[in-house]
């Protein structure tokens, strides 16, 4: 197939996961007023545990747990399980504090729980990473007609997402979300039970971000800490509000926008050096659009449509 | 003793980051995700300085004078514009201000890790038992005279009494004749200086890489929240207080735990006293530093 199709493929496929990872921020942070500075940790869960359901059991060189050989579909729903408790697990203490607690903790878990990627060898092989995973269909098609399966698979499971997530955005349970983040003492004479929304939004959000942790396994076919860094999360944060926070169609517009703009440099023929030059002043270009976003267009590409309700008479 | 020492070393550097970094969440209410970058900066910028043959003393006053002139650039030109705009669009400018600092540092100075070109010396002896070299002495040293000024700063003149009353009351102090706008650059011009600080200080203990901003943060904001947010003196003893700690924690854990066990202290904190240590002498929503 012509390199330049799959390089598009891979590209889409990757934003497809940062789309999803927007989504799942979008409903907490945007729809609900949650600031989560620890989304990767919830995504790294996911991948972890995707791998740990469905790898082969470690050989002698390796060590991790597991390793059951369980069907894929098994592992997703694994990576949404575990990706929910863990945000269960760290929204109960924390989402009962002031909102600058609660950034700060979330911050903090994924930190640690980056660590524990990194140093418990037992469970994850360390910094060494598992390689090797065989992403699905490996045995029943030919590599460049998996690619594309796995693509579609990717932009099927964004369109059940965004339909499941904009579906929660116009539920009652949206509206309240809403309500809670522009006014919370008004929201609660309304009858709404903050911590209650707050910690289901974000186990919600939690379970899609793993479900993204799992197809992002499938795309790299090898799991290292080092995919697990703060940076996913600001990466993921800046795409929303680059897309418009608060907005589905603008989480969705943001991850794909934010993955081209950053990876289409990424297969050019470069000397290590340059290579290397070609980051930080990427890293430094994502900076300043951030900085520029947010002083001329601060509501994104796509600004938030006010709710309106229609009325019969 | 060992580990009480070097947690006091390491404290100290903490003070210096957590310092400035509780002058601007106190005086502008956000989180400035760019501080750890600004020591990063600072690090870098000595190495520049001390590479053109200046002695490594007057690079660190060089860089404190450029870091300071640099911090109140970027509020004047980035932050202040967005000042309106709420806390998230701060936040967030100031996730953009750190990676443009980081990204352009990257591009200059390479991803490799480098040191300073230190003379080595031995320890300092009490009792033929070695205690710390001259660097780590000058580094602790350094850190007293800082808190105590910053101190005297904040209550005795007249910029550090203006400092308080805007961070406590815009208007009421607007209406008394304070200037918010040459408070904060003040408030950043020393912010900023205490960060390159701090940002010298860990590449003459550690190493100088493109990650140690990061890192630095992460540390920075555990002090924060352990000191109580935006409290100074809290900050002054939680900096220690960490720094020891930190040290503790790695005798019992992997030593690559480092950062984790910082942040298992913020979450033990946050079950035990959300409001941090400053509550311990503050009074609940009364006046406090």
């Known amino acids: ?313 | 003793m060992e580990i009480i020492v070097f947690g006091m070393i390491s404290g100290c550097i903490i003070l210096f980051g957590a310092l400035g970094f509780s002058m601007t969440l106190k005086a502008e209410g956000f989180i400035n995700v760019a501080h750890g970058q600004m020591l990063l900066l600072g690090a870098y910028l000595a190495l520049a300085f001390s590479s053109f043959g200046l002695g490594m003393v007057f690079s660190t006053l060089l860089v404190m004078v450029c870091c300071g002139f640099i911090g109140v650039l970027i509020y004047r030109f980035l932050y202040s514009p967005v000042k309106n705009r709420g806390i998230l669009v701060l936040l967030f400018t100031s996730v953009g201000v750190a990676y443009a600092i980081n990204g352009i540092v990257g591009a200059l100075a390479g991803k490799r890790v480098m040191a300073y070109d230190l003379p080595p010396v031995r320890a300092l002896r009490i009792d033929d038992v070695p205690i710390m070299t001259i660097y780590e002495l000058m580094i602790v040293g350094f850190a007293l005279v800082a808190a105590i000024a910053v101190h005297l700063f904040l209550t005795a003149t007249w910029v550090g009494k203006s400092i308080r009353a805007v961070a406590d009351n815009f208007d009421l102090a607007r209406v008394r004749g304070f200037d918010p706008r040459r408070t904060s650059d003040y408030v950043w011009f020393i912010a900023s200086a205490l960060a390159g600080v701090a940002g010298v200080f860990s590449g003459i203990i550690g190493s100088l890489h493109l990650g140690m901003g990061w890192q630095q943060i992460i540390i920075i904001l555990a002090a924060t929240v352990l000191g109580g947010l935006g409290s100074i003196y809290g900050v002054m003893l939680a900096s220690v207080l960490l720094g020891i700690g930190m040290e503790i924690g790695i005798t019992i854990l992997p030593s690559n735990y480092r950062t984790g066990v910082a942040f298992l202290i913020i979450i033990a904190i946050l079950f035990l006293r959300p409001e941090g240590l400053q509550s311990l002498w503050a009074p609940r929503g009364g006046a406090r530093i």
């Open chain 1, 1 to 313: 197939m012509d390199s330049l199709i799959l390089f598009l493929i891979g590209i889409l496929s990757i934003g497809a996961i940062y789309t999803i990872l927007c989504l799942a921020l979008n409903l907490e942070a945007g729809v609900d007023g949650l600031w989560d500075l620890g989304i990767v940790s919830f995504f790294g869960i996911g991948a972890y545990t995707y791998v740990l359901l469905t790898a082969a059991p470690a050989e002698h060189h390796q060590s991790y747990v597991l390793g059951l050989e369980l069907p894929i579909w098994i592992g997703v729903l694994g990576a949404a399980v575990m990706g929910g408790l863990a945000a269960l697990l760290i929204g109960a203490p924390s989402l009962r504090l002031k909102r600058e607690y609660f950034l700060i903790t979330t911050l903090a878990f994924a930190e640690v729980i980056r660590q524990i990627y990194s140093n418990e060898l037992w469970l994850t092989n360390g910094v060494a990473g598992i390689y090797g995973l065989a992403p699905p269909f490996s045995e029943a098609l030919s590599p460049d007609a998996r690619h594309v399966t796995i693509f579609a698979l990717l932009i099927l499971a964004v369109a059940i997402v965004y339909w499941l997530v904009r579906a929660c955005t116009a539920s009652p349970f949206g509206r309240s979300l809403k309500a809670l983040r522009e006014n919370e003492p008004l929201a609660m004479t309304a009858g709404i039970n903050p911590f209650a929304l707050h910690i289901r939004v974000f186990v919600l959000a939690g379970a899609f971000a793993g479900v993204a942790g799992a197809f992002y396994v499938w795309y790299n076919t090898l799991i290292v800490p080092g995919q697990f860094v703060a940076d996913v999360t600001f990466f993921v944060w800046t795409a929303l509000i680059i897309g418009g926070i608060g907005n589905n169609v603008g989480a969705l517009l943001g991850g794909f926008l934010f993955i081209i703009l950053h990876d289409a440099l990424r297969f050019l023929p470069l000397s290590n050096d340059m290579a290397e030059v070609i980051s930080s002043v990427r890293t430094a270009l994502i900076g300043v659009i951030l900085i520029l976003v947010l002083r001329w267009r601060p509501e994104g590409i796509v600004r938030e449509r006010p709710v309106t309700i229609p009325v019969r008479r």
